[in-house]
């Protein structure tokens, strides 16, 4: 079955980046895009960016362009979010997520920013 | 990017009765295969987003035949036939068809 398995929470301190991984199985990943979003506490759910799990061709959201890298790694069937320059508005829970026939999601990832 | 818009935004709803959720969004969301590629979720209190119906009317494993989908193109309505307790939380629509992956505002379910 498919499932998407994301790296464990994270506090990181402002300024600093992090890192979070997505590992995929149960389905050809280079057929389909991995997309990565987020939820700060008490807000609606917000696109950040994608990567095609084939070519590795990437689309990021305006809002967080500047910081974040969605990278791939086929072989390992994985794909990976960095965002720098962290603040206290990046502190959410952050989901991979890729759309079969129905829509996957990872469980999520909790990063918490603060001083 | 599509813009997705749910109404109401909330209701109130005695148990038993039914309740049902709009969802518009500005661009066809049926591809060329015939499948409309909009979820439904329901995000309990402190709990991660919950599948219950993707490709506009298929309901997700484990859900209750209570919840069901319809609609195609630009309209899609869910519909809880008799609301219980445990249905309380915010229900989002979702589409993806097209990057950037989009959401309504979400519509806050409350027991009266």
């Known amino acids: 079955q498919v499932q998407l398995v994301q790296s464990g929470a994270e506090v990181k301190k402002p300024g600093a980046s992090v890192r979070i991984s997505c590992k995929t199985s149960?389905?050809?990943?280079?057929?389909?895009?991995i997309h990565w979003l987020r939820q700060a506490p008490g807000q609606s759910l917000e696109w950040m960016g994608c990567i095609n799990g084939g070519n590795g061709n990437t689309k990021y959201s305006q809002k967080v362009q500047d910081r974040l890298t969605i990278t791939r790694d086929a072989s390992a069937t994985a794909a990976y979010m960095e965002l720098r320059s962290l603040g206290s508005e990046d502190t959410a829970m952050y989901y991979c997520v890729t759309r079969i026939t129905k829509t996957y999601w990872g469980q999520g990832t909790l990063v918490t920013v603060s001083s | 990017d599509i813009v997705m818009t749910q109404s109401p935004l909330s209701l109130a709803v005695t148990p038993g009765d039914p309740a049902s959720i709009s969802c518009r969004s500005s661009q066809s969301l049926l591809h060329s295969n015939g499948k409309n590629y909009l979820d439904w979720y329901l995000q309990k209190p402190g709990q991660s987003p919950q599948l219950l119906i993707y490709l506009g009317s298929n309901r997700a494993s484990g859900v209750p035949d209570r919840f069901s989908g319809s609609g195609s193109g630009t309209d899609f309505t869910l519909k809880i036939s008799r609301v219980e307790a445990e249905d309380v939380g915010i229900y989002y629509c979702?589409?993806?068809?097209?990057?950037?992956?989009?959401f309504g505002q979400g519509t806050r379910l409350e027991i009266k």
């Open positions: 149960g389905y050809t990943f280079s057929n389909y895009l």
């Open positions: 979702m589409q993806t068809l097209q990057s950037p992956i989009t």
